[in-house]
Every structure is written in C-alpha cells, then in structure tokens.
C-alpha cells in the first residue's frame, strides 16, 4: 500500500514569499503530524492532529505558520513571509490511531528560503 | 535544552561486528522509546520500540535496551552489515502526549 507522500519534494522561495506544504497520510490514520529537521538538528515537533480534536499546535514556532487537515486526510502546513531561518526539511507522519505509537513518515520537503 | 541526546555524531564498525548506538534522556515521565532509521533523501523509518516496562526488546538483528534509572537506551545491531548504514534517530514520547522527541542523530557507517 501507499505510504505517506508529501509535495513538493523541494521548494525554493524568497525570503518574504508565503508557501504551503502538502501531506498525504496512509489512508485509514486518523493521527498526522508536522515535524521539521533543520541543518545537524533532530527532527522538532510542530502540529499533530487526531480525528476531529482541536489540533495540538504548541510546536509552531511563531504565528507565521500554520497548518490544516481538511476532511481528516490531507493536510497543508503553510509559512507566512518566509524567513531564511525557515530553511528544514518538513516531514509529515502518520499513524493508525493516537494509542498506537508508531508514526509513519514520508519523504519530506525540502524547503530554502533565499 | 536538549531533552534527547546522542552524544556520538558517527559512528563506524565492521561488517559483522556489532553496532551499539547510545541515546540519554532527561524527564523521566517519558515512557515509550524509539528508534529510527534514516537513509538521505528519505524520511525516518520506524526501526524498534521499547516501552519503560521493560528493560529489552528484540527484533531480529536488533536489539534495544532500557536503563530506566540511567535514563539511558542503547540499539544493538549485530550483525552489522554494509546496509544499516544510515542515521539512526532516537526517540521518546511521554504517556498521555502524541509528539515525539528526538536526539540529533548518528551516522552510522559499516565498512565492508
């Protein structure tokens, strides 16, 4: 069956410009989540989702990103006026329900703010 | 503050020789540990888990243990072979919260 798939696999913005990020979990996870791996950094927490539940967004790094699942599948992660510090690899993970706790992650976007 | 450390940035063995990648934690409410593998331009892929009842969990070549008053883990891998060489991230979660904390990683390289 299909994994998690993400799009784009690579972005490069300018500094200032919005992008949105796209997560397709496995079909049938009803958890999704937002991570990011900046440069020689472990992957950091920024969203979760579960169901119909009020998203965990304590993760976001500031007010400038933000992140929906419409429909309890796809899942866009979008970043305001872009900082070069934004620059990571964002993953999205999924998993089968919130009580199991093995997350699935797909390939990532590169993201490189200019 | 670095909640998961793996204080070894590589690491590099011997074909069939084993492989021993440490992690240490701080906040002994995490109960459940991780770890994952990771190839470039791929995403971490689920390895082996270890939940903080038990103190081993095995899975073929791989092995990991939990030290719970050390708050230290280790994945064992042996044999080793050319093909687990890939970072290998450790990770927890606390009981009752669904996001994951990661170390920064270790490369591990098995020589031929």
């Known amino acids: 069956g299909a994994g998690v798939s993400q799009s784009p696999s690579n972005k490069v913005t300018e500094k200032g410009k919005d992008v949105e990020l796209r997560c397709d979990p496995i079909?049938?996870?009803?958890?999704l989540y937002w991570y990011r791996q900046s440069l020689g950094q472990g992957l950091e927490f920024l969203i979760y989702?579960?169901?119909?539940?009020?998203?965990?967004k304590s993760g976001l790094p500031s007010d400038r990103f933000s992140a929906e699942r419409t429909g309890g599948s796809v899942s866009t992660l979008t970043i305001q006026r872009t900082q070069q510090e934004d620059s990571a690899v964002y993953l999205c993970?999924?998993?089968?329900?919130?009580?199991?706790?093995?997350?699935?992650f797909g390939p990532g976007t590169r993201l490189l703010v200019l | 503050d670095q909640q998961v450390k793996q204080n070894s940035p590589s690491l590099s063995v011997q074909e069939g020789r084993i492989s021993i990648l440490n992690c240490d934690y701080t906040n002994s409410m995490f109960d459940y540990f991780l770890w994952y593998k990771k190839y470039p331009a791929e995403g971490p892929t689920f390895l082996i888990s270890i939940s903080s009842i038990k103190d081993k969990n095995e899975d073929g070549r791989f092995t990991v243990f939990l030290n719970k008053s050390a708050k230290h883990l280790s994945l064992h891998i042996v044999p080793s072979q050319p093909g687990d060489s890939a970072v290998y991230f450790c990770a927890t979660q606390r009981g009752g919260s669904e996001k994951l904390v990661f170390g920064k990683g270790t490369k591990l390289t098995v020589n031929p």
């Open positions: 993970a999924s998993s089968l329900d919130s009580g199991v706790k093995t997350q699935y």
């Open positions: 079909s049938g996870h009803t958890a």
């Open positions: 989702f579960q169901g119909n539940s009020a998203p965990d």
